[in-house]
């Protein structure tokens, strides 16, 4: 029998985007709150930042034309801190200015308090300025009327703050995803619930779950932990079913590939459609998407492999970039930054494979001496991965791709 050819990540990711139609429920935040959502629609700045010309620093604001040599001797005639106004300064005078407040009429510079001589009630101005020296201009930051921020933004501190900076108390943004999580498995046992020294032969901890919770907290999704359903179809179709009904997306670890004990692709072919795919990567082999039917738009459904590294790196490859284009995010590659192996791949694969390394001393990339599928622990000691093309091998000194975890987990 021929097997169907393998699915590139490329192809896949691009069949599952066409799938994610943006949610349209949306909810108003607070600002203080809106960290990692999206933005439901643009901001659109109603007053200019900074208002006025203002200081870039505590000294002294001047006439360009008073100071043309260095040693100029000024008259002070007025002190301007932040949040008050000075007032028009005439030929000879100066005024003693901090960082943030206004700069006063006819003043076209400000000469730094370490470039200035305090003199009594005058100032001498050790270095001439030149015109706009130390001014930060109206404007310069947010002009009136800007889009400071576009429609699908995932929104982080910086953003936040620069929504604050125009007087944004709360923001429009994209509802969370409501995700059902659950894994499958009759091996599967919930630390907690069992003693390691007690464990029954062929248990394991379940991993995933908690991996997996944490990853989709993080996508600003609301997160329904449905546990471990057992290795029965009946079971499984009724998990999926009551499942679906609340939810916009399914996500579960184990069960889909094709054994006898793999329940996930009959179950959701009873309930609705299933594309299983078998992808082009390694760790990761085994990925199924489908849809749950049911009244108005159907329940979206994700099955990743059991193998945790497996799971891991399926999810952040696929999953995520898929949650957060439902949201209406704007979704961009991960940079893969050129970086040199300190390692020899010698193996040729036909699949496109994600290596766990770290980054060393030296600049260079070290890489984690068991790249099984089942070993997490490589996951945690790495700090990213190089993403490695299929059918080519290493030597020590090429240059690859790294695609950082600090990027991918944001």
């Known amino acids: 029998m021929n097997r169907p050819a393998l699915l590139t990540l490329d192809d896949a990711l691009t069949q ?23 933005l439901a629609q643009a901001v659109i700045s109603a007053l200019q930042v900074p208002p006025l010309d203002n200081s870039a620093m505590d000294g002294y604001a001047v006439r360009v034309a008073d100071c043309t040599e260095a040693g100029a001797t000024l008259r002070v ?19 003693r200015i901090f960082t943030g407040a206004p700069i006063p009429e006819g003043a076209d510079a400000v000469v730094m308090q ?19 020296q130390s001014i930060r201009r109206a404007g310069e930051d947010v ?13 982080n501190p910086a953003s936040l703050g620069l929504a604050a900076s125009i007087g944004l108390a709360q923001l429009e943004v994209a509802s969370k995803p409501r995700v059902a999580l659950f894994s499958t498995g009759d091996e599967l046992v919930m630390p907690g619930d069992v003693a390691p020294q007690d464990m029954p032969a062929g248990a394991i901890y379940n991993a995933n779950r908690f991996f997996l919770r944490a990853l989709l907290q993080r996508l600003g999704c609301e997160v ?21 009904q609340h939810h916009d997306v399914i996500v579960t670890s184990g069960g889909v590939s094709v054994g006898e004990e793999d329940h996930i692709k009959p179950a959701v072919q009873a309930l609705g459609e299933l594309n299983l795919w078998q992808l082009a990567i390694k760790p990761g082999k085994p990925f199924a998407y489908g849809k749950i039917h049911r009244q108005g738009q159907p329940c979206h459904f994700m099955g990743l492999p059991g193998n945790p590294v497996s799971s891991f790196v399926t999810f952040l490859l696929l999953v995520r970039p898929f949650l957060l284009a439902l949201q209406g995010a704007q979704v961009s590659d991960i940079p893969r930054i050129p970086m040199v192996a300190h390692f020899d791949w010698p193996r040729v694969d036909k699949r496109r494979e994600f290596l766990r390394v770290r980054r060393n001393a030296q600049g260079g990339l070290d890489l984690f001496p068991n790249q099984s599928s089942g070993v997490l622990t490589s996951a945690v000691w790495g700090d990213g991965v190089v993403d490695h093309p299929a059918g080519q091998t290493i030597a020590k000194g090429d240059t690859v791709r790294f695609i950082s975890f600090a990027e991918w987990l944001a």
Do not use: M, N, Y
């Open 16 to 38: 599952l985007l066409a799938q994610a139609q943006p949610l349209t429920r949306v909810q108003t935040v607070s600002t203080f709150e809106a960290d990692g959502r999206v």
């Open 77 to 95: 005639t007025q002190r301007i801190p932040a949040g008050s106004h000075g007032t028009p300064l005439q030929a000879g005078q100066a005024a």
């Open 114 to 132: 370490e470039e200035c001589e305090a003199q009594g009630e005058q100032v001498k101005v050790l270095k001439a300025p030149v015109a706009g």
């Open 143 to 155: 002009a009136l009327g800007a889009q400071v921020l576009a429609k699908g933004t995932r929104l």
């Open 224 to 244: 329904t932990d449905l546990g471990i359903v057992p290795d029965q179809r009946d079971a499984t179709i009724q998990a999926l079913r009551e499942a679906a």
